[in-house]
């Protein structure tokens, strides 16, 4: 592997079971998986799967957690960043990466962007959240809460074996 590689989960740390947290959501049940312990500093939290492979947190709300996690991608002297986050734009459970691009309205990777280095691009894990079918407001829908068998997707169904994939492909590939 040519780069330390952080992957940095977006959520809303006080609202954890909320669709605009289910990047958060995605890291720590990985990080779960491998039975690995997570580390609390400066705002953060962090753990490793291995030298080469670093995940965070941030403990600040999505539309201010780009100063933490811009931090720690600096502290660990990073090459390659990939955020894992909620995405409208897709149908629910649907899971792809793209390099660079715009936030596209999103405001975690808004503050994100607005902290890292000037010029620096980072690649994303974009987590299919769907749209609202009613005539709810996105900032209402993005905060509303999880099912039950959403949560059950994300931590033992097909969502989190896409995702798991995915980040497998990443790794490998870098």
Do not use: C
Request: net charge positive; aromatic share 6%.
């Amino acid at each position: 592997m040519a780069h330390r590689i952080l992957i940095a989960g977006l959520g809303n740390l006080p609202f954890p079971t909320t669709y605009h947290s289910i990047g958060q959501l995605a890291l720590t049940e990985l990080a779960q998986r491998h039975r690995l312990e997570w580390h609390t500093s400066s705002g953060v939290s962090f753990t490793q799967l291995n030298d080469d492979v670093h995940l965070v947190y941030s403990h600040q709300l999505m539309n201010v957690s780009g100063k933490t996690l811009a931090r720690h991608y600096d502290r660990i002297q990073a090459g390659r960043l990939l955020v894992l986050h909620d995405d409208l734009q897709r149908e629910w459970g649907k899971v792809s990466i793209k390099h660079g691009g715009s936030a596209n309205g999103h405001n975690g990777l808004k503050s994100l962007s607005k902290h890292l280095k000037q010029g620096l691009e980072f690649d994303r894990l974009r987590i299919g959240i769907g749209r609202p079918t009613d005539k709810k407001d996105v900032a209402d829908y993005v905060l509303s809460k999880l099912s039950p068998a959403q949560l059950d997707d994300i931590t033992n169904g097909s969502l989190y074996t896409h995702i798991e994939h995915e980040l497998n492909k990443y790794v490998a590939a870098q």
